[in-house]
Protein backbone atom coordinates (compact mmCIF):
# COMPACT_ATOMS: atom_id res chain seq x y z
CA UNK A 1 0.00 0.00 0.00
CA UNK A 2 1.73 2.92 -1.01
CA UNK A 3 -0.49 5.24 1.07
CA UNK A 4 -1.90 7.06 -1.76
CA UNK A 5 -5.67 5.90 -2.30
CA UNK A 6 -7.40 5.98 -5.51
CA UNK A 7 -11.39 4.97 -5.86
CA UNK A 8 -12.97 3.17 -7.49
CA UNK A 9 -10.34 0.94 -9.35
CA UNK A 10 -12.48 0.03 -12.57
CA UNK A 11 -15.26 2.05 -13.66
CA UNK A 12 -17.42 1.63 -17.09
CA UNK A 13 -19.54 4.43 -18.44
CA UNK A 14 -21.07 4.95 -21.48
CA UNK A 15 -20.49 7.93 -23.77
CA UNK A 16 -21.63 11.45 -22.67
CA UNK A 17 -21.83 10.32 -19.69
CA UNK A 18 -19.78 12.42 -16.15
CA UNK A 19 -17.70 10.21 -13.74
CA UNK A 20 -15.74 11.65 -10.56
CA UNK A 21 -12.63 9.72 -9.60
CA UNK A 22 -11.37 10.38 -6.49
CA UNK A 23 -7.86 10.22 -4.95
CA UNK A 24 -6.54 10.42 -0.92
CA UNK A 25 -3.20 11.61 -0.63
CA UNK A 26 -0.60 10.27 1.27
CA UNK A 27 -0.67 11.69 4.91
CA UNK A 28 1.06 14.77 5.32
CA UNK A 29 1.49 15.50 1.39
CA UNK A 30 -0.03 18.46 0.37
CA UNK A 31 0.59 18.19 -3.17
CA UNK A 32 -1.47 16.10 -5.59
CA UNK A 33 -1.10 15.24 -9.01
CA UNK A 34 -3.45 14.05 -11.90
CA UNK A 35 -2.18 11.45 -14.48
CA UNK A 36 -3.68 10.01 -17.19
CA UNK A 37 -2.12 6.94 -19.54
CA UNK A 38 -3.84 5.45 -22.59
CA UNK A 39 -2.80 2.65 -24.42
CA UNK A 40 0.72 2.20 -25.34
CA UNK A 41 0.85 5.80 -24.03
CA UNK A 42 3.66 7.37 -21.38
CA UNK A 43 2.41 9.38 -18.19
CA UNK A 44 0.37 12.16 -19.37
CA UNK A 45 0.17 15.26 -17.08
CA UNK A 46 -3.13 16.40 -16.17
CA UNK A 47 -3.13 18.90 -13.45
CA UNK A 48 -1.68 19.15 -10.03
CA UNK A 49 -2.88 21.04 -6.75
CA UNK A 50 -1.29 22.08 -4.20
CA UNK A 51 -2.81 22.69 -0.75
CA UNK A 52 -6.20 23.28 -2.52
CA UNK A 53 -5.03 25.83 -5.17
CA UNK A 54 -4.31 24.76 -8.86
CA UNK A 55 -0.44 25.01 -9.15
CA UNK A 56 0.25 23.86 -12.61
CA UNK A 57 -2.06 22.37 -15.56
CA UNK A 58 -1.35 20.27 -18.26
CA UNK A 59 -2.98 18.61 -21.44
CA UNK A 60 -6.44 18.63 -19.85
CA UNK A 61 -9.35 18.81 -21.73
CA UNK A 62 -11.92 21.30 -21.39
CA UNK A 63 -14.24 18.72 -20.16
CA UNK A 64 -12.28 17.62 -17.50
CA UNK A 65 -11.79 19.47 -14.44
CA UNK A 66 -10.42 18.83 -10.77
CA UNK A 67 -10.39 20.21 -7.02
CA UNK A 68 -8.84 19.93 -3.85
CA UNK A 69 -10.87 19.79 -1.03
CA UNK A 70 -9.71 21.61 2.11
CA UNK A 71 -9.13 17.28 3.87
CA UNK A 72 -6.47 17.40 0.78
CA UNK A 73 -8.52 14.67 -0.73
CA UNK A 74 -8.93 15.02 -4.58
CA UNK A 75 -11.40 14.67 -7.02
CA UNK A 76 -11.34 14.63 -11.03
CA UNK A 77 -14.53 14.78 -13.02
CA UNK A 78 -15.15 14.00 -16.73
CA UNK A 79 -17.92 15.42 -18.39
CA UNK A 80 -19.27 14.39 -22.06
CA UNK A 81 -17.30 10.85 -22.22
CA UNK A 82 -15.80 9.79 -25.41
CA UNK A 83 -14.34 6.43 -26.57
CA UNK A 84 -10.74 7.78 -26.30
CA UNK A 85 -11.12 8.90 -22.58
CA UNK A 86 -11.07 5.06 -22.02
CA UNK A 87 -7.50 5.14 -19.88
CA UNK A 88 -5.99 4.45 -16.56
CA UNK A 89 -5.91 7.55 -14.50
CA UNK A 90 -3.45 8.01 -11.48
CA UNK A 91 -3.06 10.62 -8.89
CA UNK A 92 -0.13 11.08 -6.97
CA UNK A 93 1.37 12.81 -3.96
CA UNK A 94 4.26 14.80 -2.54
CA UNK A 95 5.34 16.85 0.14
CA UNK A 96 5.42 20.49 -0.57
CA UNK A 97 9.61 19.75 -1.48
CA UNK A 98 10.19 16.10 -2.77
CA UNK A 99 12.21 13.88 -4.71
CA UNK A 100 9.30 12.63 -6.31
CA UNK A 101 6.17 11.29 -6.68
CA UNK A 102 4.06 8.23 -4.75
CA UNK A 103 1.72 7.12 -6.61
CA UNK A 104 -1.51 5.56 -6.46
CA UNK A 105 -2.77 2.62 -8.03
CA UNK A 106 -5.11 3.60 -10.77
CA UNK A 107 -8.29 4.26 -11.56
CA UNK A 108 -8.98 1.79 -15.47
CA UNK A 109 -12.01 3.86 -16.88
CA UNK A 110 -13.68 2.39 -20.02
CA UNK A 111 -16.14 3.96 -21.96
CA UNK A 112 -18.62 2.16 -23.89
CA UNK B 1 5.78 17.69 -28.75
CA UNK B 2 7.48 14.71 -26.28
CA UNK B 3 9.85 16.42 -23.98
CA UNK B 4 11.01 12.78 -22.73
CA UNK B 5 11.46 10.37 -25.39
CA UNK B 6 12.37 6.36 -24.70
CA UNK B 7 13.09 5.21 -28.02
CA UNK B 8 13.23 1.69 -27.04
CA UNK B 9 9.54 0.28 -26.22
CA UNK B 10 10.62 -2.82 -25.29
CA UNK B 11 13.86 -5.10 -24.11
CA UNK B 12 14.59 -8.25 -23.24
CA UNK B 13 17.50 -9.78 -21.18
CA UNK B 14 19.09 -12.50 -19.75
CA UNK B 15 19.09 -13.26 -15.88
CA UNK B 16 21.80 -12.24 -14.09
CA UNK B 17 23.36 -9.66 -16.98
CA UNK B 18 22.89 -5.92 -17.44
CA UNK B 19 20.07 -4.26 -18.69
CA UNK B 20 20.24 -0.46 -19.97
CA UNK B 21 17.17 1.36 -20.73
CA UNK B 22 17.52 4.65 -22.13
CA UNK B 23 16.02 8.31 -21.99
CA UNK B 24 16.38 11.41 -24.05
CA UNK B 25 15.08 14.89 -23.12
CA UNK B 26 14.65 18.16 -25.13
CA UNK B 27 14.46 20.78 -22.82
CA UNK B 28 17.56 21.86 -20.77
CA UNK B 29 15.80 23.53 -18.22
CA UNK B 30 15.41 19.80 -16.28
CA UNK B 31 17.43 19.57 -13.73
CA UNK B 32 15.98 16.70 -11.92
CA UNK B 33 15.38 13.33 -13.11
CA UNK B 34 13.30 10.11 -11.61
CA UNK B 35 13.02 6.24 -12.87
CA UNK B 36 9.66 4.63 -11.75
CA UNK B 37 9.01 1.09 -12.28
CA UNK B 38 5.16 -0.37 -13.24
CA UNK B 39 3.96 -3.79 -12.67
CA UNK B 40 0.91 -4.21 -14.13
CA UNK B 41 -2.45 -3.36 -12.05
CA UNK B 42 -0.34 -1.43 -9.64
CA UNK B 43 0.84 2.45 -9.91
CA UNK B 44 4.02 2.86 -10.89
CA UNK B 45 6.56 3.04 -7.60
CA UNK B 46 9.61 5.21 -7.83
CA UNK B 47 12.87 3.70 -7.96
CA UNK B 48 15.73 6.13 -8.39
CA UNK B 49 16.56 9.82 -8.65
CA UNK B 50 19.19 12.26 -10.08
CA UNK B 51 19.78 15.78 -9.53
CA UNK B 52 21.71 17.37 -12.61
CA UNK B 53 24.43 18.38 -10.13
CA UNK B 54 25.67 14.77 -10.32
CA UNK B 55 26.82 12.29 -13.11
CA UNK B 56 25.79 9.02 -11.24
CA UNK B 57 23.82 7.87 -9.11
CA UNK B 58 23.64 4.30 -7.34
CA UNK B 59 20.93 2.55 -5.22
CA UNK B 60 21.88 -1.24 -5.16
CA UNK B 61 21.50 -3.05 -8.34
CA UNK B 62 20.34 0.12 -10.03
CA UNK B 63 22.07 3.19 -11.37
CA UNK B 64 21.37 6.10 -12.95
CA UNK B 65 23.78 7.95 -15.26
CA UNK B 66 23.10 11.54 -16.57
CA UNK B 67 25.04 12.78 -19.58
CA UNK B 68 24.01 16.54 -19.35
CA UNK B 69 25.63 17.79 -22.38
CA UNK B 70 23.82 15.12 -24.65
CA UNK B 71 20.43 15.46 -22.46
CA UNK B 72 20.60 11.76 -21.97
CA UNK B 73 20.19 9.58 -19.31
CA UNK B 74 19.98 5.83 -18.52
CA UNK B 75 19.20 3.23 -16.22
CA UNK B 76 21.73 0.29 -15.04
CA UNK B 77 20.29 -3.17 -13.51
CA UNK B 78 22.93 -5.44 -12.47
CA UNK B 79 22.82 -8.11 -12.40
CA UNK B 80 19.05 -8.07 -13.76
CA UNK B 81 16.32 -10.73 -12.13
CA UNK B 82 13.10 -12.28 -13.51
CA UNK B 83 11.00 -10.13 -11.00
CA UNK B 84 12.81 -7.22 -12.66
CA UNK B 85 10.48 -7.43 -15.98
CA UNK B 86 8.17 -4.58 -15.37
CA UNK B 87 7.57 -1.31 -17.52
CA UNK B 88 10.12 1.46 -16.52
CA UNK B 89 9.75 5.39 -16.95
CA UNK B 90 11.90 8.16 -17.04
CA UNK B 91 10.74 11.31 -15.53
CA UNK B 92 11.86 15.02 -15.82
CA UNK B 93 11.22 18.12 -13.99
CA UNK B 94 12.19 21.92 -13.78
CA UNK B 95 12.68 22.34 -10.25
CA UNK B 96 12.98 26.06 -10.77
CA UNK B 97 9.33 26.21 -11.92
CA UNK B 98 8.21 25.15 -7.96
CA UNK B 99 5.32 22.89 -9.37
CA UNK B 100 7.70 19.35 -9.42
CA UNK B 101 5.77 18.79 -12.07
CA UNK B 102 7.14 15.71 -13.55
CA UNK B 103 7.17 14.67 -17.64
CA UNK B 104 6.88 11.07 -18.27
CA UNK B 105 8.58 8.92 -21.29
CA UNK B 106 6.53 6.25 -22.66
CA UNK B 107 7.84 3.48 -20.79
CA UNK B 108 10.21 0.49 -21.64
CA UNK B 109 8.88 -2.91 -21.06
CA UNK B 110 11.96 -4.86 -19.27
CA UNK B 111 11.61 -8.87 -19.54
CA UNK B 112 14.04 -10.70 -17.94
CA UNK B 113 14.25 -14.36 -19.08
CA UNK B 114 15.18 -16.77 -16.63
Known amino acids: DSGVTQTPKHLITATGQRVTLRCSPR?????VYWYQQSLDQGLQFLIQ???????AKGNILERFSAQQFPDLHSELNLSSLELGDSALYFC???????????FGSGTRLTVV | DQQVKQNSPSLSVQEGRISILNCDYT??????FLWYKKYPAEGPTFLIS?????DKNEDGRFTVFLNKSAKHLSLHIVPSQPGDSAVYFC?????????????FGTGTRLKVLA
Open chain 1, 92 to 102: ASSPSVGSGYT
Open chain 1, 27 to 31: SGDLS
Open chain 1, 49 to 55: YYNGEER
Open chain 2, 27 to 32: NSMFDY
Open chain 2, 50 to 54: ISSIK
Open chain 2, 91 to 103: AASDSTSGTYKYI
